[in-house]
């Protein structure tokens, strides 16, 4: 074991997905720095709703990551004593046009064969589940096993347990260098100091590109943004997590322009989250009143009782997207040494305890629950041919 100039591994970026990294590593007893540019959850995280979803998942891997990790947020709970305001809520998706009915019915068919708790409900049944949803839905269906957190606490949490284990954190710190030869990762260059070691995690989310081009290597993730509308609080409005069918059509969708779908939660702390929109228009942080105005009547259509909720905040974030829409877990094609663990898009919160699984199993040499090889970054080597 190193000391924090020696680390067995040095993780960069201290959002949900790197510390999710970095608790794993050092529960299985390496020696672990964690380094980012910014403040802890300063990133992508801070801006996330806190979803664990599985219900938006079709089936295949990212559906399994997504099981899995549901499971780890209950175990991660047990371990650091909570605090991060996690609850099995559930999630109730909803259709309001014959096309999302029928793309709806064929999508739980699947994930009821792939083992998913899914009820169909009917008029009666969804208005017992949510008083306040409008008569204009008659059915709807629920997943029991969605969940919620606090994305911040649950990050702050985790690294504080991570720092009571002997775990290192270096904030407002940017690793401007990743230094490499035929041996693979040598070292981590930072704005004020070096730090030798031999296995990197790139948890840069939606900078991950920026870290490995560092590290004379590339991959292919840009940002997707989205705002969230914030009411007042409003305590057991909403029960679930509620969203409109066209929401999974908008996630898995390639189109760069603007998708807005409704999707409305109550939390613990009363307020109300209303989001989502979708455009991939690069790092633009300016305000669009007309997509906030379309997610707030999207969102009444669903509870028309919101045009009597107070608005008390809007913000936005950026996604970290990859072309497929996979995460982007493994080891780099061309620097050993260097594991990406970014790319989880709009669900970095609910994937990260289980991609953090995979990657310490892999680092390790284990197995992990798991073939990852769909998260693989080779998958994208023939988009960065090596020069002629
Ligand atoms: C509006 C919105 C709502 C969302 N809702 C949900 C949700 O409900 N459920 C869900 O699962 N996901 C949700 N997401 C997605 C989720 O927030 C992200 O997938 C997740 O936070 C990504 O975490 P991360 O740790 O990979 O990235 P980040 O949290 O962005 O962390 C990366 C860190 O790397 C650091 N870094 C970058 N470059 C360097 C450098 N050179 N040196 C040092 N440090 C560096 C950054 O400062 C940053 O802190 C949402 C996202 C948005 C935008």
């Known amino acids: 074991m190193g000391s924090v100039s ?33 403040a802890i959850a300063g990133g992508t995280t801070g801006a996330g709703e806190g979803n664990i979803l599985v219900s938006d998942k079709d089936i295949g891997p990212e559906l399994e ?3 899995r990790s549901r499971e780890k947020w209950f175990e991660i709970s047990e371990e650091i004593g909570g605090g991060f305001e996690l609850e099995a809520k559930g999630g109730i998706v909803v259709a309001n046009t014959s096309t999302g009915a029928d793309q709806l019915h064929s999508l739980t068919a699947r994930q009821k064969k792939a083992g998913l708790f899914v009820d169909e409900l009917d008029a009666a049944a969804l208005r017992a589940a949510e008083p306040f949803i409008s008569p204009e839905f008659e059915s709807g269906f629920l997943y029991s096993q969605d969940a919620q957190c606090q994305p911040m606490l649950a990050t702050a949490l985790m690294l504080r347990k991570f720092r009571s284990m002997g775990g290192e954190v270096l904030s407002h710190t940017k690793v401007v260098g990743i230094e490499s030869d035929n041996g693979g990762v040598k070292a981590v260059v930072t704005t004020g100091e070096t730090f030798p070691c031999r296995a990197v995690v790139n948890a840069g989310g939606t900078w991950a590109k920026e870290i490995a081009v560092l590290a004379g290597s590339d991959l292919p993730i840009s940002p997707r943004k989205g705002f969230i509308l914030v009411t007042q609080a409003a305590p057991n409005l909403i029960r679930h997590k509620v969203y ?145």
Not at 272 to 284: H, N, Q, T, Y
Not at 303 to 330: E, M, N, T
Request: charged content about 20%; aromatic content about 6%; hydrophobic content about 45%.
């Open 6 to 38: 020696h680390p067995d591994v040095i993780v960069i970026g201290a959002g949900v997905v790197g510390v999710a990294c970095a608790f794993e590593l050092s529960k299985a007893g390496l020696k672990v720095l964690v380094i980012d540019k910014g």
């Open 244 to 388: 409109d069918a066209d929401y999974v059509t908008n996630v898995v969708s390639a189109d760069e322009g603007l998708q807005t779908s409704a999707v409305v939660e109550g939390t613990k702390s009363g307020t109300i989250l209303i989001g989502a929109s979708r455009e991939r228009i690069g790092f633009d942080h300016s305000l669009n009143i007309a997509i906030l105005r379309k997610l707030a009547a999207q969102a009444i259509e669903i509870f028309p009782v919101l045009s009597k909720i107070q608005l008390l905040r809007v913000y936005h974030g950026f996604r970290p997207y990859a072309p497929d829409h996979l995460p982007v877990i493994g080891e780099d094609a061309k620097v050993k040494g260097l594991w990406h663990c970014a790319g989880h898009e709009g669900a970095g919160i609910g994937l990260a305890p289980a991609s953090a699984e995979i990657i310490a199993a892999q680092i390790l040499a284990n197995s992990a629950f798991m073939n990852a090889a769909p998260f693989s970054p080779n998958r994208f080597s023939s988009e960065f041919p090596e020069p002629q």
């Open 65 to 67: 990551l997504a099981l």
